[in-house]
T-cell receptor, first 112, second 113 residues
Framework: EAQVTQNPRYLITVTGKKLTVTCSQN?????MSWYRQDPGLGLRQIYY???????DKGDVPEGYKVSRKEKRNFPLILESPSPNQTSLYFC???????????FGPGTRLLVL | GENVEQHPSTLSVQEGDSAVIKCTYS??????FPWYKQELGKRPQLIID?????GEKKDQRIAVTLNKTAKHFSLHITETQPEDSAVYFC????????????FGGGTRLMVKP
């Protein structure tokens, strides 16, 4: 089954404790992206990757890191989480470019 | 960068009525405009998209129209059904400015049976 998976789905952590949210797709997609969703602000792009070893900043990259060592995986890293990073995070992928993106199930993060 | 504004933020209609959601964008070079539907607790899913060389596109009960001169595009849902209740997001992309998608703030559509 073609899908985008994220782990964990729910996470409660404390300020400053490094965490990683994994994202994996099995559709051989070149484009992968991370978004955060906050009420009234829609979906805002954090980082995206056009292909392996190629990553670029989105609209809200501050406080986040990503890597794309393999085509199927695109982890999101929060080196020192802060309460303003409490949000719902979605990973997405597409064949090439941000068109026709398939979204993962989301990761709800609470930073205390 | 691109800025997308979406209105209304909430919309309530009776089952069977039509619903219209409007978005405006700031970058006149934007050329791709998708609409995503997000049901409660679920992931966003693409429902329809339009490119700047087309003025209108239909898919059964949903349609999207684009006015490049005015820099706005709209989602039209006819004969609404309770299962249309969801949050709808518009977005815009300028292929010459990179590989990002800029989303509007979302519209919560409620269809009353």
């Amino acid at each position: 089954e073609a899908q985008v998976t994220q782990n964990p789905r729910y996470l409660i952590t404390v300020t400053g404790k490094k965490l990683t949210v994994t994202c994996s797709q099995n559709m051989n997609h070149e484009y992968m992206s991370w978004y955060r969703q906050d009420p009234g602000l829609g979906l805002r792009q954090i980082y995206y990757s056009m292909n392996v070893e190629v990553t670029d900043k989105g609209d809200v990259p501050e406080g986040y890191k990503v890597s794309r060592k393999e085509k199927r995986n695109f982890p999101l890293i929060l080196e020192s989480p802060s309460p303003n990073q409490t949000s719902l995070y979605f990973c997405a992928s597409s064949i090439a470019g941000p068109e026709t993106q398939y979204f993962g199930p989301g990761t709800r993060l609470l930073v205390l | 960068g691109e800025n997308v504004e979406q209105h209304p933020s909430t919309l309530s209609v009776q089952e069977g009525d039509s619903a219209v959601i409007k978005c405006t964008y700031s970058d006149s070079a934007s050329n791709y405009f998708p609409w995503y539907k997000q049901e409660l607790g679920k992931r966003p899913q693409l429902i329809i998209d339009i490119r700047s060389n087309v003025g209108e596109k239909k898919d059964q009960r949903i349609a999207v129209t684009l006015n490049k001169t005015a820099k706005h595009f709209s989602l039209h849902i006819t004969e609404t059904q309770p299962e249309d209740s969801a949050v709808y997001f518009c977005a815009a992309r300028n292929t010459d400015a990179g590989n990002m998608l800029t989303f509007g703030g979302g519209t919560r559509l409620m269809v009353k049976p």
